[in-house]
């Protein structure tokens, strides 16, 4: 109950923070615009297909910690998973972690068809 409200208030966060842009941006994991992508990430969290998981492991990498952290909290909901993923942690750090969920979805979210329901597990 409890991690269901702090994503309930991230994805707040997330709303909030992308208000501030330009308004009518598209909710686009591919957008170079940050709004864009936090967007895209509230858009997919509930119901997200490998393509969403894709698009939110490509946002932890992003210089927004805004966007990382929701990514991060739309991941650990729909695969019950961090692999160590820290968004306040060194880039050397996050980019390890980012690895270990490139590994992830390589071996899970190609098999996926639909909404994720893939099991956790270490690479």
Known sequence: MRRI????????VGVLASGGCEAGLPASF?????????????ASADDPDAADLRGMVEALGSDDPALRTLAIAALERA??????????????????AIDRWEVWLAQHAEAASGPA???AGTP
């Open 5 to 12: 409200g702090a994503f309930a208030l991230l994805l707040g």
């Open 79 to 96: 695969v019950r998973e961090r692999f160590g993923y820290d968004p306040w942690a060194a880039e050397i750090d996050r980019r390890r």
């Open 117 to 119: 329901t893939m099991p």
């Open 30 to 42: 591919e957008s170079a615009d940050a709004g864009s992508r936090i967007r895209a990430v509230v």
